[in-house]
């Protein structure tokens, strides 16, 4: 891994700002939203199985390339959740007796969600190194 500095306190407040918004965003139009109890369900479910699968996913990736010890099977379950999780709300929302416009909305809140899981995650994962590599060198001098 490359990296040499922090990770601006910037972008782990926009990362944290985006995934507030779209969860946020996400559950308030679910909440409006004028369908049966099981769909509101299944919609919710759909959200947090994405966000778990989102972040396995990157922690996974991550450990392979930077030559961590990892499962094989349970990298190919990652890959496998996360595609299942995406699938899972595009074919709700297809099915879905509501606007198109509804459907954009369901759609860019889920993205926005996982896209910052995962930024958030890569932060974590880079501030954790970076401290590790600090004390590292501070003990060696």
Same mark, same amino acid.
């Given at each position: %891994?490359?990296?040499?500095?922090?990770?601006?306190?910037? #972008?782990?407040?926009?990362?944290?700002?985006? &995934?507030?918004?779209?969860?946020?965003?996400?559950?308030?139009?679910?909440?409006?939203?004028? %369908?049966?109890?099981?769909?509101?369900?299944?919609?919710?479910?759909?959200?947090?199985?994405? *966000? &778990?699968?989102?972040?396995?996913?990157?922690?996974?990736?991550?450990?392979?390339?930077?030559?961590?010890?990892?499962?094989? %099977?349970?990298?190919?379950?990652?890959?496998?959740? #996360?595609?299942?999780?995406?699938?899972?709300?595009?074919?709700? *929302?297809?099915?879905?007796?509501?606007?198109?416009?509804?459907?954009?909305?369901?759609? %860019?809140?889920?993205?926005?969600? *996982? #896209?910052?899981?995962?930024?958030?995650?890569?932060?974590?994962?880079?501030?954790?190194? &970076?401290?590790?590599?600090?004390?590292?060198?501070?003990?060696?001098?």
């Amino acid at each position: %891994m490359s990296t040499n500095t922090k990770t601006s306190s910037a #972008f782990v407040a926009a990362s944290w700002l985006a &995934f507030c918004a779209g969860v946020t965003t996400y559950l308030i139009g679910l909440n409006n939203a004028a %369908m049966q109890l099981n769909e509101k369900g299944y919609y919710l479910t759909v959200l947090l199985f994405g *966000l &778990f699968a989102a972040v396995s996913l990157q922690k996974t990736v991550r450990d392979k390339l930077e030559g961590l010890p990892f499962n094989a %099977m349970y990298y190919g379950i990652c890959w496998f959740s #996360f595609i299942a999780a995406i699938s899972l709300l595009c074919i709700g *929302l297809f099915n879905a007796t509501i606007t198109l416009s509804e459907k954009g909305f369901y759609g %860019m809140a889920y993205g926005l969600s *996982l #896209f910052a899981a995962i930024a958030i995650q890569k932060n974590t994962r880079d501030n954790e190194y &970076f401290k590790v590599k600090k004390e590292i060198l501070a003990a060696a001098e």
